[in-house]
C-alpha cells in the first residue's frame, strides 16, 4: 500500500517541480536546464509533458495498484487491473533502466523534443 501511495506522491510533486523550476528542483540543484534542439531554454509546457510521460507508467501503477489492493477489502478484485499494475511498474522500470544505458537523453527526452545541457 505504501509503494501506491509513493506512486501517487512522487508525480505530483515530480510535475509541480517540474513546472515551478522548468524541469525540476532536482535538475536545478544539480544545474542541469532543459532545452530545445535549437539551445533555448524549454517551455513550461514542453517541461511539464516531459514529466507527464517520464512518469505516466508510475501513474497508471499507482491507479491500477490503488483499485486492485484497496478495492478488494470492499469487492472481489480485479485482474486486469492487477495485470495494468504490473505491466506499468514493468515499463517505469525500463524506462529508468533505457536512462542508465543511454545518459544522454531518455525517452522522455526524446519524445518531447528536450537535452539535458550543464548550465
Given at each position: 500500500?505504501?509503494i501506491?501511495?509513493?506512486l501517487f506522491g512522487?508525480?505530483?510533486?515530480?510535475l509541480?517541480s517540474a513546472v515551478?523550476?522548468r524541469?525540476?528542483?532536482l535538475?536545478?540543484?544539480?544545474?542541469?536546464?532543459?532545452v530545445?534542439q535549437?539551445?533555448?531554454e524549454?517551455?513550461?509546457?514542453?517541461?511539464?509533458l516531459?514529466?507527464a510521460?517520464a512518469w505516466?507508467?508510475?501513474i497508471?501503477?499507482?491507479?491500477?495498484?490503488?483499485?486492485a489492493f484497496v478495492?478488494p477489502?470492499?469487492?472481489?478484485?480485479?485482474?486486469?487491473?492487477l495485470?495494468?499494475f504490473?505491466?506499468s511498474?514493468t515499463?517505469?522500470?525500463?524506462?529508468?533502466?533505457y536512462a542508465?544505458?543511454d545518459?544522454?537523453?531518455?525517452?522522455?527526452?526524446r519524445?518531447?523534443?528536450?537535452y539535458l545541457?550543464?548550465?
Amino acid at each position: 500500500m505504501a509503494i501506491v501511495v509513493w506512486l501517487f506522491g512522487a508525480p505530483l510533486v515530480a510535475l509541480v517541480s517540474a513546472v515551478v523550476c522548468r524541469g525540476g528542483l532536482l535538475l536545478r540543484m544539480l544545474g542541469i536546464a532543459l532545452v530545445t534542439q535549437q539551445g533555448a531554454e524549454a517551455g513550461r509546457g514542453r517541461v511539464f509533458l516531459r514529466t507527464a510521460i517520464a512518469w505516466l507508467p508510475a501513474i497508471g501503477a499507482a491507479a491500477a495498484g490503488f483499485y486492485a489492493f484497496v478495492e478488494p477489502l470492499f469487492e472481489e478484485q480485479d485482474a486486469a487491473l492487477l495485470g495494468l499494475f504490473w505491466v506499468s511498474g514493468t515499463v517505469f522500470v525500463i524506462g529508468a533502466l533505457y536512462a542508465i544505458v543511454d545518459t544522454e537523453r531518455g525517452i522522455q527526452d526524446r519524445i518531447a523534443g528536450t537535452y539535458l545541457v550543464l548550465k
